[in-house]
C-alpha cells in the first residue's frame, strides 16, 4: 500500500512539473512574440525615408525640391531589347506614395529625359510619364530606343582653303556673297545657277541662302586640302578614313564636319552646310496641326515663316502637301490629310515634344536616315 502511494505522488508531482515547464514555455515564446513585435514596429524594415526608397532601388538619389525627387534611374523606360522597365517604375512609384499620402508628386531624370508625373486624382493616382498617360500602353518600345540612340555622325576634320566655301561660311551661305567672287552666274532649268562656264554650280533657297554648291569636272582648283574634283576616291579614303556615307563599292564618299556636307564623286563634289539647331516654330505649327488637323493653316504657316525649304508641293483640294527641309532633317510628305506623314530624320534637333509625337505614334521616325544624304540621292539620279 506504501508503495502504492509513493508512486501515486510521484507521477503527480512529474505532471504538475510538466505543466509548469509547458506553461512558462508559452509565458516565454509570448514574451519573445511580443518583443519581436515591438522591435519591428520601432525598426521597420522598409526604408524610411524617400532617399532609402530610391537607394533600396538601385538608382541613385540626387535631391528633393518640395514634391519633386531628382534622380538618376538604373533602368531607363525600355531596356536594349526594348523590353518596357514598367514593373520597375510601378514598385518605385507604390514605395513612393505612402511618403505623399493624396500629393502629387514628381519623379525627374533629366540625364534620361524622364519627368514621372504623379498625380492624385478621385481617391487614386495617376501615372504620366513625360507627359502621356498610360505611358508603356501608347509608346512603341522600338521608337522609343532608336529615338534614344540617335547621334550625329562622327565628325571628320578636313581642312578647306577654298575661297569660296570660306566666304558662304563667313556669309551665314548669303548668294550676296556669291557675286563678289564670282559675278553673275547664268540660270539653269533645273534650278541651278551656273558660274564660271559650268565649273561651279549652286542652288539656293527662296531666302536667298545657298542650299547646294557642286564642283563639276571643270573645276580645277582643290575643293579641300588635298582634294581636286579629279581626285580618286581611293586617294581621298587614306587622307580622310571617317567617312559616314557611302563607300568605295557605292562610287562615293560622304563627310559630315564642322560647318560642311561633302559628297565626293568621280566626277564631282557636293557641298551642303551643316545646320543643327532647335525648330522652335516648326513645332509649334505642328503641334497646332495635330490639334486641329488643319492642314491649310499647318502649310501656309510654313510658307509664311520658315520658308527655306528646298521644295513646296500643295494641293489643298485633295490634302496633299510635299515640303522638305533637307538641312533640319524633316519633310512632310502628307497625303489625305494624315500626319503620320510628317517624318523626322536622323539630322533633326529632337526636343521632348518631337520625342513624344514619334514615340506614340503620331508622326513618322526616320532615325537611321539622313535627310541630307537623301537629298543628295535623288539629285544624282535626277540629274
Known amino acids: 500500500m506504501k508503495n502504492n502511494s509513493l508512486l501515486k505522488i510521484i507521477i503527480l508531482f512529474f505532471i504538475i ?21 515591438r522591435k519591428a514596429i520601432i525598426n521597420d524594415e522598409r526604408p524610411q525615408s524617400v532617399e532609402e526608397v530610391i537607394i533600396a532601388s538601385e538608382s541613385e538619389y540626387i535631391k528633393e525640391d518640395e514634391n519633386k525627387i531628382y534622380v538618376k534611374f538604373i533602368n531607363d523606360l525600355y531596356d536594349e531589347k526594348e523590353n518596357s522597365n514598367e514593373m520597375y517604375f510601378n514598385k518605385l512609384i507604390d514605395e513612393l506614395k505612402r511618403f505623399y499620402e493624396k500629393r502629387d508628386f514628381y519623379l525627374i531624370d533629366n540625364s534620361k529625359d524622364i519627368e514621372i508625373y504623379v498625380k492624385y486624382e478621385d481617391e487614386s493616382y495617376v501615372i504620366i510619364i513625360n507627359g502621356i498617360e498610360d505611358y508603356f500602353e501608347k509608346v512603341d518600345g522600338k521608337i522609343y530606343s532608336d529615338i534614344n540612340k540617335i547621334e550625329l555622325p562622327q565628325r571628320q576634320v578636313i581642312y578647306t582653303y577654298n575661297d569660296l566655301l570660306n566666304g558662304l561660311v563667313a556669309g551665314q551661305m548669303s548668294i550676296k556673297y556669291i557675286s563678289k567672287i564670282l559675278g553673275e552666274g547664268e540660270e539653269l532649268e533645273n534650278g541651278y545657277i551656273s558660274y564660271l562656264d559650268g565649273a561651279i ?46 563607300s568605295l563599292e557605292n562610287k562615293y564618299l560622304g563627310y559630315y564636319t564642322d560647318d560642311f556636307y561633302y559628297f565626293f564623286y568621280d566626277d564631282e563634289v557636293s557641298v551642303y552646310a551643316i545646320t543643327y539647331n532647335e525648330n522652335s516654330e516648326f513645332e ?19 510658307k509664311s515663316v520658315i520658308r ?54 503620331l508622326i513618322t521616325l526616320k532615325s537611321k536616315e539622313n535627310s541630307v544624304e537623301k537629298i543628295e540621292k535623288e539629285r544624282r539620279r535626277n540629274r
Open 17 to 37: 512539473v510538466f505543466f509548469g515547464l509547458l506553461c512558462f514555455s508559452f509565458f516565454l515564446l509570448s514574451n519573445i512574440k511580443n518583443e519581436n513585435s
Open 201 to 246: 554650280l549652286l542652288k539656293t533657297t527662296n531666302t536667298k541662302t545657298v542650299r547646294n554648291i557642286i564642283f563639276t569636272y571643270k573645276y580645277d582648283n582643290e575643293v579641300v586640302k588635298g582634294v581636286k574634283v579629279k581626285t580618286d576616291l581611293r586617294e581621298i579614303l587614306n587622307l580622310y578614313p571617317n567617312n559616314v556615307f557611302g
Open 284 to 302: 509649334e505649327f505642328l503641334t497646332k496641326y495635330l490639334e486641329d488637323n488643319d492642314l491649310d493653316k499647318f502649310v501656309n504657316s510654313i
Open 308 to 361: 527655306n525649304y528646298d521644295y513646296l508641293e500643295y494641293d489643298s483640294d485633295i490634302k496633299k502637301a510635299h515640303i522638305m527641309f533637307s538641312h533640319k532633317g524633316y519633310e512632310i510628305d502628307i497625303e489625305e490629310n494624315n500626319p503620320k506623314g510628317i517624318i523626322l530624320y536622323g539630322n533633326y534637333y529632337f526636343t521632348n515634344i518631337t520625342k513624344d509625337y514619334a514615340q506614340i505614334g
